[in-house]
Each structure stands twice: as structure tokens, then as C-alpha cells.
């Protein structure tokens, strides 16, 4: 393991392997902060470019891409409440928030500094138990992947804010909306009142981009203009994070990682929902809830440790097996073959040496990444400063043209609107909107899931209790929500 | 000064002509080919392949599009209602081209395209579970007969790829098995190794390396002949199923693009198609190039619609 981890060094410690990593951050970091570019998008454009590369530079140049875009979809969450990608929805509350408050400079290095040590913790995870996780997440059959859709539905209950009839009505609306396009077994149209363009469902991340940064530039402008002491407040040459606060936060930071790794292993689920996850549980376990969705730290620090811990793990299935849990993983499986390294069993024998040092990759990416960060954090404050008067029209357009770009396709852009007004009635009316983002996450997964279940069972629902991994998880389920509805009567009777 | 009248002359000429020649010049701007499915899968691969070797062969550089959704009806009707001028093609195969359109309400039909150049074209393997209870095609179709409904497989999605293997493969048994939709090759592997289902049908270029690691058990080749990978696993027919089913990968232009152009196109691929340097890249994603011209292709496409016309017909009367 170690002597072939320092064979990986040595593969990829040359000029032009570590120069290929450095322009593929910078790459990844630029398209991850501008919303409606996606990691997977930059993968895909870029990986041609890889294909007549030798395997040491070009490999590492798409995984620096990957990991810096994953990273950067943060920066817009955070600066202008437009998550870069939909892993950082759940930033985009807190974050934004902070930098309203004119904080953006502590909320962004929160995000940078969770980032990169949950990127680290979860790298040497991949390297020691690549291969043993590879084999206990194929365990996880379509019944186990039920239980932790409804595991990730019950963090609603985290984010629901006063109102669990408000947080149900918007949980409803968003699995709803999720099951517009194509019934993913039959392949019948649903609720797509004939539009072609409907049938591939409603795009997600301009939906995204409507209720979080079109909603924030409405309620903006309905709002009354602030007084001018307010505007005054949020000044340049904010407070940086101080290291206790850092510190406060590593168990936080921890788990979450911990959860983004485990979360990212399973194949299909992936940084999206494990933000969510770890931003929910870390919540329920944090000493100042109330400050959550308000502009708590911590929030910022267990949603990007959350999603960027997923990272390294969503390559373990991938290279183990050769079956890509996501998009993004799919499209660097291409270049992995085209490289003449056909991910699957027989990658790690045939090549250990070039496997080991795309590891030593990561790490070192990883170091590279903290500088960048700090660089591209400065330039992104200069954001913060500008008036809001004039930085909200750019928002919008920037939005719009993010929600173009997803898919090229200008239906696209009046769902964000849509979602945009959307999330203005929302939340004029109190309705959190957190639950909608998770429900429409969880639902495409979790119906495919149930119906393949249901499908391999010969006697129904038993299924679920009958596979052991899937019975305990049953259990958890129950006891979870047990445990949440006896804190909900006890409240009451307080 | 007779120089000047000269270059001053052939100045005037080429200023004249500009225009007319550019119009006669196909193509003269970047030529999109449209990929109808999620990046990662055979498609996608070989289209990014394409597009960056083409350049040189058909004069314009090409520009890889990924539109997926509605397992590739999205991207399909895209191309069928694009400006029939050749700049906007589809990476067809015969599940989205001839197969779905013409068993399937859907807003294209098979005839709203014309073949350009067929690229390539390969069997599927069937496999099953290392842990399955059979070994080989009769040892299955067995198990079937003896626990009807009992055989569980991984799927792709209606009329897809994998799920047309199996119901030729019921059908032509006469056999009871039950498949579950995973949406892709990639799911179905994982849930077939995962010990979760029981058998599954793809291309060599997705189960060759578990075949050889051992990981899945190969039962029979969709083809008339075996694979030169796999010299001992048996065709089907050699099996006892006379099951074929080959999957092509192609060009194709929406119904209505020039004939001229269409040629145009069709010759540049075949140029490419014995490029070294393309046919090296295609040989890394485990694939090959069997190539054919707009005409070739557009008579095997002609005979496949009817195949699979016929064999629908015949499973649905089941």
C-alpha cells in the first residue's frame, strides 16, 4: 500500500503532470463558479483535449478539473445565493446569508478550508479501502437504496422550519414536480400535456437557480430600500475566520465528511444529496440550531464538507467496477478508456502504478487547491462590495444565462423564472423551501429504487425486512422517526 | 504593370467567386452531432471521439452536443426538427432510429431520418451472476422452464437494447423470466454483480472485463459468429436459441438534407473511418469500426426496420 502510493508519487511528481493539475483547478474553479456550468459539462469539453495526452498528465488534469469545479460551486452560492452546481444548494442558505451580513470573506473561507480537509479525509479513504468498499457497496441492492432515500427524505424534518404543514405542502409540490417527464420504467409521458421538450422532466439546476437567485433578487426589490446605515455596514476589509472558529467546527466537519464519503461510494447518489444529509444531521446535533439558515458557519461547514467528501468516493465504484455512480464519474470513465485504462476489476493489476499515482493526484491537487482558493476568494469578494442596486440586475442575468447553459435550451430559462416567482410566494408566505430542493432530489431515486424492489420481490413489501442490511435500516428509519415525533409532542407539551 | 493587371485580375476573379464558391463549399461552418444520451455511456464515448478526429476528413471541425432525456427521444426529435442543411446530425442506433419509432407514439418516426454512415456495429453478450444456478444457455432456459418467472435479470429500459435481447431470447424459448428496468448498462452490471439479479445482455465493450475477470459467467454471443475476444463463448444459435441482435452506431441527418451533401458527409466518414489515429482511440474503448456508406447503410437500415417490425409483431402476439 505505502510503497505503492510512493511509486504513485513518483509517477506524477514530473513538470507537466503537476502543471496539467494546476491549469485543470484553475479550469475547474473558474466553469464551477458560473452557475449552469457543471463539473460534468467541464469534464466532458475538456476530455478530448486528454485523449492524445499521456495517461500521467492528461487523467490528472480531468480529475483537478473535477474536484476544483465541485469546490467553486460554492463561491456563487455563497456571493450571490446562485448555487454554481446543485451540490451547493444547501450552501447557499447559510453562506449567503453570512455575506449578507457582510461576512462573505469568513463564509467563503469556511467553505474553502471545509473543502479541502473533507477532499483530504476522504482521499485517504479511497486509497486505504478502495477495493473493500467497492465490494460492500454492491451489497447495497435496490431495497437498501429505498431506506436511504427515505433516510435522506426524514433530514425535511431538519429544515422545516416552523410549519411542518408548510414544509410538507412544499415537500409534496417538489416531488410533484419530480415526477414530471418520462415514468423511468414504463417509459409512458407524465404530466407533460404533450410538450416533447417536457419529457426529459423539469432541469434541476435552473430550477435551482430560479428559487434561490431570482427568488432573493424579488423579494429584494418588493422589499423597501434599506437605510443608508445598513448599506454602510457591509464594508471592505471584513474579519477573516479566526482558527478557534475553524477548530469549533472539525467534529462537524468530520462527520460530514464522513457521511459525503459513505454517501458517495453508493453508486447513483451522490455530493447533491449527501450536503443535505450532513447539513440536516449536523443541525439537529449543533448547539445553536437557531442560527442555521440564518448565516451559522457551521452550516457552511457541514454542507461543503458534505459534498466535496462525496467526491473521492463517487470514483471508487467507478474504478473498481467500471460503473460510474454519476454523470461526471461516467464522463471521466471515457477518458480513463481512452486512455487504454479500462476501469473495472483488472485496473488495479494492470496499472497499480498509474492507479497510485492519480491518487497521489488528489493530494497533491488538494494542497494546490487550498492556495488557489485563497486567491479566487479575493477576487470573489470584490463581488460582495458591489451595490446591490447594481448587483442585482447582474444577478439576473447571470442567472438566466446559467439556467440557458445547463442544457442549451430556452425552455430552461422560464422554468427559472418560474421557479423564481415560485420561491418569492413562497417564501412571502412562509413556506421554507429546503424541503422542495430535497424531495425533488430524493424522488427520482427513490421511486426507481421502490419500483425495482417491488420488482425483485417475489412477496411484496417483505423485501424490506427480509434482506438484512435493508431490515436494519428499516429499523433506523422507524426509530428515527419515532424519536422525532416524541420530541415534537414533548415541545408541544412544554 | 502587366503584373499588377494580373494580380489585380485575379484578385477580381477570386472576389467574385468568393461567394459563389461558398456557396457551393459544404460545410463551411462547424457541424454538430447530436448525442441523445447522458454523458458515459458507448454513445457518448464514441462521439467524442468523432468529433475530435473529423476535422480533417470532413473539412469543418465538429462539435459533440449531449441532449439527453427521455431515454434519447429528446435529442432524436431535436435532430428530426432541425434545419435539414446537414450542420445538425444524430448519433443513431437502431433502439432510437428504427425499433422505438415505429412500435412507440413518439414525436419523431423512423422515416424522419436518413442514413449518413454507420460507424460501427456489435452483438450482445448474455451473462449470468457468478452465483447463478446455470452455466450456460440450455442449463438456463432450463432453470426458466423449471421456475417460471423465478429468473430475475437486469434491464435497461422498454424496447431498449438489453430488453429487446431478452424478449427475442423469451420469445424463441418460449420461456417465463422476469426483467428488472435499471435505465443503463451501468446500474444493470451493478445490481447483476451485487448478486441482486441473476442474468443481463450488453455489449462486449461493457461485460468483456468482468467476463475476463471472472466476475460474471458468459453465456452466448447475439451474433452468427463468435467474437474474436471470446473465442469460447458460444453464438446463440450454436446454443440452441437462435437469438440475433446486433447494435449498430451511426450517423444520421434529418429527412430533407441535400443528397449531395449527405454524400459529402458520408465519404468523409469513410475517410476517417481508416484513419489510424481514430481507429487506435476507438480500439482503446474496447469498440471497432465496421463501416458503412449512406447507401449500404440505408438498405441494412431498410431491412432492420422490417426485421424488427416483424419481431415485435410476433411478440406482442405472444
Not at chain 1, 15 to 22: D, E, G, R
Not at chain 1, 375 to 401: D, E, K, N
Not at chain 2, 63 to 69: D, E, M, P, T, V
Not at chain 2, 295 to 315: D, G, H, I, M, Q
Request: aromatic share 8%.
Amino acid at each position: 500500500m505505502i510503497e505503492n502510493l510512493i511509486i504513485g508519487f513518483g509517477v506524477i511528481l514530473n513538470p507537466a503532470s503537476l502543471l496539467a493539475a494546476l491549469a485543470g483547478l484553475v479550469a475547474g474553479i473558474v466553469v464551477g463558479a458560473i452557475p449552469g456550468l457543471t463539473a460534468t459539462m467541464a469534464v466532458a469539453i475538456l476530455s478530448p483535449f486528454t485523449f492524445f495526452m499521456r495517461p500521467e498528465v492528461g487523467i490528472p488534469f480531468l480529475l483537478a478539473v473535477f474536484k476544483a469545479a465541485i469546490y467553486a460551486g460554492s463561491i456563487p452560492a455563497i456571493t450571490i445565493a446562485t448555487p454554481g452546481t446543485a451540490a451547493a444548494a444547501a450552501t447557499a442558505i447559510d453562506g449567503n446569508a453570512l455575506a449578507r451580513a457582510g461576512q462573505a470573506r469568513r463564509a467563503l473561507e469556511m467553505s474553502l478550508y471545509a473543502s479541502v480537509a473533507a477532499d483530504l479525509m476522504a482521499t485517504i479513504g479511497l486509497i486505504l479501502l478502495a477495493t473493500w468498499l467497492a465490494s460492500v457497496a454492491l451489497a447495497f441492492g435496490p431495497p437498501e437504496m429505498v431506506m436511504l432515500y427515505l433516510i435522506a427524505l426524514l433530514t425535511i424534518g431538519s429544515v422545516a422550519g416552523r410549519s411542518p404543514a408548510k414544509a410538507a405542502l412544499s415537500a409534496g409540490v417538489g416531488l410533484l414536480i419530480a415526477s414530471i417527464g418520462l415514468d423511468p420504467m414504463s417509459g409512458q409521458t407524465r404530466f407533460t400535456f404533450g410538450s416533447y421538450e417536457l419529457s426529459g422532466g423539469i432541469a434541476f439546476i435552473p430550477l435551482l437557480i430560479g428559487l434561490f437567485a431570482l427568488a432573493e433578487v424579488f423579494t429584494e426589490a418588493a422589499a423597501r430600500p434599506p437605510e443608508p446605515a445598513a448599506v454602510n455596514a457591509i464594508r471592505p476589509g471584513e474579519a477573516a475566520l479566526k482558527l478557534a472558529e475553524f477548530l469549533r467546527v472539525t467534529p462537524t466537519i468530520g462527520r460530514s465528511t464522513l457521511i459525503g464519503f459513505g454517501v458517495g461510494v453508493l453508486p447513483g447518489i451522490g455530493a447533491e444529496i449527501a450536503c443535505w444529509l450532513s447539513y440536516g444531521l449536523a443541525k439537529r446535533l449543533s448547539k445553536e440550531p437557531e442560527l442555521y439558515g440564518r448565516g451559522s458557519l457551521e452550516g457552511v461547514a457541514a454542507a461543503e464538507s458534505g459534498n466535496n467528501g462525496a467526491c473521492p468516493g463517487d470514483l471508487i465504484p467507478m474504478m473498481v467496477f467500471g460503473i460510474p455512480g454519476d454523470t461526471v464519474t461516467a464522463v471521466l470513465l471515457g477518458a480513463f478508456m481512452a486512455q487504454g485504462l479500462t476501469p473495472g476489476p483488472l485496473l488495479f493489476q494492470k496499472h497499480a502504478a498509474l492507479v497510485y499515482g492519480f491518487f497521489a493526484v488528489l493530494i497533491v491537487a488538494n494542497v494546490m487547491l487550498l492556495a488557489l482558493g485563497l486567491g479566487a476568494i479575493r477576487i470573489a469578494r470584490l463581488i460582495t462590495r458591489i451595490p446591490r442596486s447594481a448587483l442585482s440586475p447582474l444577478v439576473v442575468a447571470v442567472a438566466l444565462v446559467g439556467a440557458y447553459a445547463v442544457n442549451s435550451a430556452l425552455l430552461d430559462v422560464w422554468i427559472a423564472i418560474a421557479g423564481g416567482v415560485a420561491g418569492y410566494v413562497m417564501r412571502r408566505l412562509g413556506i421554507p423551501i429546503p424541503p422542495m430542493v430535497i424531495a425533488m432530489l430524493v424522488a427520482p431515486g427513490l421511486e426507481n429504487a421502490l419500483r425495482q424492489s417491488l420488482l425483485l420481490s417475489t412477496d411484496g413489501l417483505a423485501i424490506f425486512v427480509t434482506r438484512p442490511v435493508s431490515g436494519v435500516m428499516v429499523a433506523i428509519v422507524a426509530a428515527a422517526l419515532a424519536a422525532m415525533t416524541w420530541a415534537a409532542f414533548r415541545r408541544r407539551a412544554a | 504593370m502587366l503584373k499588377r493587371t494580373i494580380l489585380c485580375g485575379a484578385l477580381g476573379a477570386a472576389l467574385l467567386a468568393g461567394p459563389a464558391l461558398a456557396q457551393a463549399t459544404f460545410p463551411d461552418r462547424p457541424v454538430r452531432l447530436v448525442t441523445p444520451y447522458p454523458p458515459g455511456g458507448a454513445t457518448s464515448l464514441h462521439a467524442a471521439i468523432i468529433t475530435t478526429v473529423a476535422e480533417p476528413f470532413i473539412g469543418q471541425p465538429m462539435i459533440s452536443i449531449l441532449r439527453a432525456g427521455g431515454g434519447g427521444v429528446v435529442g432524436a426529435t431535436e435532430v428530426a426538427r432541425a434545419q435539414a442543411d446537414g450542420y445538425t446530425l444524430l448519433l443513431g442506433d437502431p433502439t432510437i432510429n428504427s425499433l422505438r419509432p415505429q412500435v412507440e407514439n413518439l414525436p419523431f418516426k423512423a422515416e424522419d431520418f436518413i442514413p449518413v454512415a454507420r460507424i460501427n456495429f456489435a452483438p450482445v453478450v448474455f451473462v449470468a451472476a457468478a452465483n447463478a444456478p446455470f452455466t450456460d444457455l440450455a442449463g438456463m432456459i432450463a432453470h426458466a422452464r423449471a421456475n417460471p418467472d423465478r429468473i430475475v435479470y437486469s434491464s435497461d429500459n422498454v424496447n431498449g437494447l438489453t430488453f429487446t435481447a431478452f424478449e427475442m431470447l423469451k420469445a424463441g424459448a418460449n420461456i417465463r423470466m422476469r426483467g428488472v428496468d435499471f435505465g443503463g448498462g451501468g446500474p444493470a452490471m451493478n445490481a447483476l454483480l451485487g448478486g441482486n439479479t441473476m442474468a443481463y445482455a450488453g455489449l462486449p465493450a461493457v461485460v468483456g472485463e468482468h467476463i475476463e475477470a471472472g466476475k460474471v459467467k458468459p453465456i452466448c454471443v447475439t451474433d452468427v459468429a463468435r467474437l474474436a475476444r471470446f473465442p469460447n463463448v458460444p453464438t446463440c444459435a450454436e446454443a440452441g436459441q437462435p437469438v440475433q441482435w446486433l447494435f449498430w452506431l451511426g450517423i444520421m441527418a434529418p429527412k430533407g438534407t441535400p443528397q449531395d451533401r449527405i454524400e459529402k458527409l458520408s465519404e468523409g466518414f469513410a475517410k476517417m473511418a481508416q484513419d489510424p489515429g481514430f481507429l487506435t482511440l476507438i480500439g482503446r474503448i474496447n469498440s471497432g469500426i465496421q463501416f458503412l456508406d449512406h447507401k449500404a447503410f440505408a438498405e441494412a437500415f431498410e431491412k432492420e426496420k422490417a426485421e424488427l417490425r416483424t419481431l415485435y409483431a410476433n411478440l406482442r402476439n405472444r
